[in-house]
């Protein structure tokens, strides 16, 4: 079955730690997304990729960093400097036309011990 | 600025129709999207409107009007699982990195009762 797969589903960092969250979609679709959602709060964009090897700031980049190596993958790295990182985030995937709906990965919610 | 507006909850009772509101004022407008987040889960596509009028599918409708700036989500024949958080989202102008950037409302959370 074809879809965009999340892992893991939680996941605990320590205090200086870096943590990947991974997210992988068989839809062969080019573009992918991360958002963050807050209680009280709208999805909030992270990053995005339009397409293999490049990659763009969304709104609240700082304290993150992305990689996409290839089309399937688009991991989020939440680095030490992003000091509020307790959320839940969503990996979502779309084409490229002009009606493109998201389609969402599970989520992960990331917790500071 | 750019702006969404959504009541942020709702009740109603099994078997009835509820009306979900969204108010938008964004810098331009590509079209306005509706979904479904249960919760803990991931949000699902509902309904996308991109010109004027009612889009039907199933138990439930979406309608948009782009000189009002307004858009509705309907529920016919709710039942229990209609109960989650409703997300009107309205996709924007063009931006520098030819992504049409998607503006989310905070979330209409609809609890529907026996």
């Known amino acids: 079955d074809g879809g965009i797969t999340q892992s893991p589903k939680y996941l605990f960092r320590k205090e200086g730690q870096n943590v990947t969250l991974s997210c992988e979609q068989n839809l062969n679709h080019d573009a992918m997304y991360w958002y963050r959602q807050d209680p009280g709060q709208g999805l909030r964009l992270i990053y995005y990729s339009q397409i293999v090897n490049d990659f763009q700031k969304g709104d609240i980049a700082e304290g993150y960093s992305v990689s996409r190596e290839k089309k399937e993958s688009f991991p989020l790295t939440v680095t030490s400097a992003q000091k509020n990182p307790t959320a839940f985030y969503l990996c979502?995937?779309?084409?490229?036309?002009?009606?493109?709906?998201?389609?969402f990965g599970s989520g992960t919610q990331l917790s500071v011990l | 600025g750019q702006n969404i507006d959504q009541p942020t909850e709702m009740t109603a009772t099994e078997g009835a129709i509820v009306q979900i509101n969204c108010t938008y004022q964004?810098?331009?407008?590509?079209?306005l999207f509706w979904y479904q987040q249960h919760a803990g889960e991931a949000p699902t596509f509902l309904s996308y409107?991109?010109l004027d009028g009612l889009e039907e599918k199933g138990r439930f409708s979406s309608f948009l009007s782009r000189s009002k700036g307004y858009s509705y989500l309907l529920l016919k024949e709710l039942q229990m699982k209609d109960s989650a958080s409703y997300l009107c989202?309205?996709?924007?102008?063009?931006?520098?990195?030819?992504?049409?950037?998607?503006?989310w409302g905070l979330g209409t959370s609809l609890a529907v009762n026996p």
């Open positions: 979502a995937s779309s084409m490229t036309g002009p009606d493109e709906k998201l389609f």
């Open positions: 409107n991109v």
């Open positions: 964004t810098s331009g407008f590509n079209g």
């Open positions: 989202a309205v996709r924007g102008t063009l931006n520098a990195g030819n992504n049409r950037k998607l503006i």
